[in-house]
């Protein structure tokens, strides 16, 4: 049966996050688990779960993102940590403006649910390069968060590059040059399960900041 919705699942040793966060997947959403290199079993987890798998030949968020969209099919397509820190019950917060036709490219705003939810450098960082973001670019967002939701089709046709951390910025660069009409909404943001590989240390959220920064300067 075909999905209304296809979420990807950027998936890098999501082993113990896994079942808890497919078992929350609405109905009539597909997941597509991404496997990034993953060394713990993560795709064959999925994979027995129902979820559907596929492989990013190269390393890196962005191009994890970009095989995920390749890989959809649905007319909407949603897309979300794998590391159990958003709940997957709340995708229609982001999905629903889509499917009204009310926004082109929604946000889920980052609400911690407990102090350690998001480190207070990540979310330093955050705000820094946001607040450059709505300075230069005139975008009004808050928060670069990785549960987001568009059309699928007119995601294709931005055409978006970067296959490492600046590819959020990148989508949001596009989408403003393009007309978009950009929105976002609160949603919940819990501890992940296991231990962070980027924003959740120190060295990878400066990966992450700087591969964005040098996207601001790109398109400004």
């Known amino acids: 049966m ?56 190269q390393r890196g968020y962005g191009a994890a993102v970009h095989t995920g969209l390749m890989a959809a099919t649905a007319p909407i397509v949603a897309f979300s940590d794998a590391d159990g820190s958003f709940d997957l019950r709340q995708l229609d917060r982001v999905v629903d403006p889509i499917r009204r036709g009310d926004a082109d490219l929604v946000s889920g705003r980052r609400v911690a649910v407990t102090a350690g939810a998001w480190p207070l450098h990540a979310r330093f960082a955050n705000a820094v390069l946001l607040w450059f973001v709505r300075l230069r670019m005139d975008v009004e967002l808050h928060d670069l968060g990785p549960m987001r939701a568009a059309d699928r089709e007119h995601l294709v046709g931005l055409g978006i590059r970067d296959r490492r951390s600046g590819y959020p910025l990148e989508l949001v660069l596009r989408a403003q040059r393009a007309g978009w009409r950009i929105d976002e909404v609160p949603v919940d943001y819990r501890p992940r399960v296991g231990k962070s590989k980027v924003t959740g240390t120190i060295r990878g959220t400066a990966q992450a900041i700087g591969d964005m920064l040098r996207m601001l300067r790109r398109y400004a």
């Open 2 to 57: 075909s999905s209304s919705v296809d979420v990807i699942l950027p998936c890098l040793n999501e082993a113990r996050a896994l079942p808890s966060l497919l078992a929350e997947l609405p109905p009539s959403y597909r997941a597509i688990v991404v496997d990034n290199g993953s060394t713990d079993g993560s795709a064959e987890i999925a994979r027995r779960l129902g979820a559907t798998v596929v492989t990013a030949g």
